[in-house]
C-alpha cells in the first residue's frame, strides 16, 4: 500500500515504516494489517506518530498499536521511549486518565453455577460500585491526610484498610506503588476531585466484566495464570478518576511554559514537555506517580467490591469464590526501564499511552510465580463480544520496548455513535446476546455500544502475529456494569 501524505512503506504483513523526513528524529512504526491501516488512515493518529518522532530524546522509532486512534497530543496506542539524560517527558504521553488500566480476577466458579444469579449479580455489583460522573460512596470518607496515604502508597495503602490481600498486591504491577511519589506537588483542586471518588468506577468506557474463559488458546500458560475453559472471571477497567484529569491538566500549563524556557521545538503545542531532569520533568513525574498510585489504589478498592458482591448476590463466602487478583496493569503512564539499545543497556522513559507493557518470560519486573511463562496482558474488548489475556514477548521487549496494544481502540466517536444508535436500545440488543448490563446512563451504553469500537480479535490478532505478545485465552462477557 502506498500513500502520498505518510510515504508508509510495509515492513511485512503486520508492520508499517513512515520514514523519518524533516525534523523527525526517527521513523514511525505502526502495528497493523493492511485494512486496518487503511482505517486509521481516516484519522490524524499517523500524523500524531510523525510529531512524536520530532522530540527530543526519542530512541528507536516512534510506535502506533493496533488499536491506534487520535488523542491528546500523542496518539491512544502510542509508545515512546526518551534517553534519559537527553529525552523529554510530556502529560501528552501519558493522556488525562493516568495509570487508565486493567485488573483481573479469577475465581472458583463455573458458567454454570452462577447463570441463575445473574440477574441478582449485576444489579448488586451495579449498586455496590458507584460509577457515572460524580459518584462515590457515601460510606467512605477519606480526610486529606488519608488521601495523601493514598497518593504515595497506592493499593498498599487499601490493603492496610483491609481493602484485600498481600497476594492482590502482590500480583500488580509495582505491587501497587509507582515509587517517587510526591503528594506535596498535587494541587488542592486535584486533592479535593480525588476525596469522594477512590472505589468508584467513572463514566466513559470503564468498567467492570463478569465474564467466563470461552477459548484456551494455551493451556500450560494458562494453568499457571489459574485459567480454564468456563471459569468465571472478573475485568475492571478503571483509572485515576477527577485526581489524575486534574494532575495532567496542571501540568499541561507548566510544561507549555517549560517548552519555551528549554526551546523545545514543538510540531503540536499538545505535545509540551519538559526535559526529564528539569525541575518541571521531575515534578511532573512525581505528580504522575500519585495518580498512578490512586489509580492502583482505586481498583484495589473497586476488587473488595466485587468479591463483597459476589459474596451477597451468590449467598456465598468469599472463601467459596475464591476471587483472586490474576494481574493489574496500566497503559495509560510513562516509567523508568532499562532496555537493550543497539546491543547496548540503556535506561529510558518508556512513555506508553493506550498500550500494554509487555515484558517476557524471566524479566525481573515480571512476578515470580509467572515469570515462566512472562507477563500477563490483559486487552479487554467491548461489551458485546470478548477479550482476551495474553502474555508478553522476547520480541515485544526487543522490538517495541516491552509494550502491546491495550483494547479495541474507537472507530466511531461519541457524537457518531449516538447517531448511528438513534432508536435502538442497546441494553435491549445485548440481553438478547445473553448479556446482562446496567449503566448511569442510556448515554453512556449508546456511546459504548460494540460498533463503536473496532474487533478486538483483529486487534489481538495483529499483536499475536506480530509476536509481540501471545494469546492465551479468549473471555467472553455475561454481565457488565458501565459508568
Known sequence: MADDKYKIQKIDDYRWRIPREGKMRVDGIVYANEQMM?????????????????????????????????GYGFPIGGVAAFDVDEGVVSPGGVGYDINCGVRLLRTGLYQ?????????????????????????????????????????????????????????????????????????????RAIERGLAQLGTLGSGNHFVEVGYVSEVYDESVARVLGLEEGGITIVVHTGSRGLGYQVCDDFLRLMINASRKYNIELP???????????????????????????????????????????????????????IATIYDVGHNIAKFEEHIVEGKKR????????????????????????KSVGQPVLIPGDMGRCSYVLVGTEKAYTHTFGSTCHGAGRVMSRNQATRSAKGRNIAVELRERGILVRADSRATLVEEMPEAYKDVTEVVDVVDRAGISKKVVQLKPLCVIKG
Open 347 to 370: 535506561r529510558l522513559c518508556v512513555h506508553r499511552k493506550g498500550a500494554t507493557r509487555a515484558f517476557p518470560p524471566h524479566h525481573p519486573n515480571t512476578p515470580d510465580v509467572y
Open 268 to 322: 503540536d503545542r499538545q505535545l509540551c514537555c519538559a526535559p526529564i531532569n528539569s525541575p518541571e520533568g521531575r515534578e511532573y513525574l512525581a505528580a504522575m506517580a500519585c495518580a498512578a498510585n490512586y489509580a492502583f489504589a482505586n481498583r484495589q478498592m473497586i476488587t473488595h467490591w466485587v468479591r463483597e458482591s459476589f459474596e451477597r448476590a451468590l449467598n456465598i463466602s468469599q472463601k467459596e469464590s475464591k
Open 38 to 70: 487503511k482505517e486509521i488512515q481516516k484519522d490524524e493518529s499517523l500524523q500524531q506518530v510523525i510529531n512524536v518522532a520530532h522530540l527530543p530524546g526519542i530512541i528507536g522509532h516512534s510506535l502506533g498499536m493496533p488499536d491506534i486512534h487520535w
Open 112 to 188: 454454570k453455577e452462577i447463570a441463575s444469579a445473574l440477574e441478582s449479580l449485576v444489579n448488586t455489583l451495579f449498586s455496590n460500585i458507584p460509577s457515572g460522573v460524580g459518584s462515590h460512596r457515601k460510606d467512605l470518607k477519606l480526610s486529606q491526610q488519608d488521601e495523601k496515604s493514598v497518593l504515595k502508597n497506592g493499593a498498599r495503602w487499601a490493603v492496610s484498610q483491609g481493602y484485600g490481600t498481600k497476594e492482590d498486591l502482590e500480583h500488580i504491577e509495582e505491587q501497587g506503588c509507582i515509587a517517587g511519589a510526591d503528594p506535596e506537588l498535587i494541587s488542592d
